[in-house]
């Protein structure tokens, strides 16, 4: 396997940072099984949302570019790209989950997922993909089922678009993708999201006093 080192370190700074650090004192948390109408606004203008998705998306093309099946190579040594591949984005997707300010909880990981999910793939499997998942979340009232739907929508548009071409990559990040899911079940920890705190004027006009509307 050939390794671009300056793009593969800048790959690993990109993706292997949890997005805890970027969470500062006025950084809330809510659990996603709540309602969130009222307070869409607090999420989507919190950054750290945004440099999430954009970190993973670039940091799964420099990933990518960094990495070369050497010529010549055989037998298990062909692999050696996607398991790289594969096991980087694994951890990365764990770090962002596990790694939670909010003692006991895991973050739900929503924008690096599609980051990573349109850096990676094709983009019209990954939008059709993100698509089907953004409807199932929203239409069963189950934010969680973000994870497993993405999985499987990846997998199977994958399939129906290109069949096998793009089999192994889909698999990666089709995995990655339950990951959130599954580490929620197995350590029996609620999925949270961040969210902007509320400036003091917002409070007083909404009549609400508390820190956290959510808890």
């Not at 948390?29 to 999420?43: C, D, K, L, N, Y």
């Not at 764990?94 to 850096?119: R, S, V, W």
């Not at 339950?178 to 969210?195: G, N, V």
């Amino acid at each position: 396997m050939l390794i671009d080192w300056p793009k593969f370190i800048v790959a690993l700074i990109l993706l292997l940072s949890p997005t805890s650090l970027l969470h500062g004192k006025k950084v809330c948390f809510r659990p996603i099984s709540g309602e969130w109408e009222r307070h869409w606004m607090q999420i989507f203008t919190l950054g750290s949302h945004t440099i999430d998705l954009a970190r993973a998306a670039a940091g799964a093309w420099f990933l990518a570019a960094s990495l070369q099946t050497a010529p010549g190579a055989r037998g298990l040594l062909r692999y050696g790209v996607i398991v790289t591949e594969a096991s980087v984005f694994a951890v990365a997707v764990a770090l962002q989950t596990l790694i939670c300010k909010e003692k006991g909880e895991a973050n739900a990981p929503f924008a690096f997922l599609i980051g990573l999910t349109a850096g990676f793939i094709p983009p019209v499997i990954a939008g059709f993909a993100l698509a089907v998942a953004v409807v199932a979340a929203a239409g069963s009232g189950v934010p969680a089922a973000f994870f497993p739907v993405l999985g499987l929508a990846i997998s199977g548009m994958g399939f129906l678009f290109t069949g096998k071409k793009y089999l192994f990559d889909l698999a990666t990040v089709s995995c990655c993708a339950l990951l959130p899911w599954l580490l929620s079940l197995l350590f029996s920890r609620e999925l949270m999201i961040a969210y902007r705190e509320r400036r003091a004027d917002e409070s007083r006009s909404s009549g609400s006093t508390s820190r956290s509307p959510f808890r």
